[in-house]
């Protein structure tokens, strides 16, 4: 299944209107969001064709990560008047649309994937790292 958001979720979901670029800008970073979803929660796409729940929830989290672009095209985090100074929101600043970790969990949940209460993901390790020693007091 293709991308199930559309520019017009993106304005109904904003709280300013959207130009006309902004809502063609938007149409494509919809695009470059579902791709980063499918890439990151694998079964998003399956389970959009059987559960029309889980659909809104992912057109939701879709529109979270393009607004977050559109809503901030400066990437400023704070501003002062005085001495004028502004700082840059380093997720946004570079201009990257991204899944945050509370998004990840929220499209990941009752997946079916496991019985577990939770999952614990796995790290690569790196090729230095020492075994550990254990120590038994007497």
Known sequence: MGNPAMSSDLVARSLRTLSDQEQTVGQTLLDDAWAIVTAEVPNASTRLNTDPQYSSLV??????????????PDGKLSEAVDDYQYRLDASVSTGALYLSDDERDLLGLGDGTSDNAFTIRQVAVPYRAMPVQWEFLP
């Open 59 to 72: 057109i939701r989290v879709l529109c979270a990560m393009v607004l977050r672009v559109l809503n901030n």
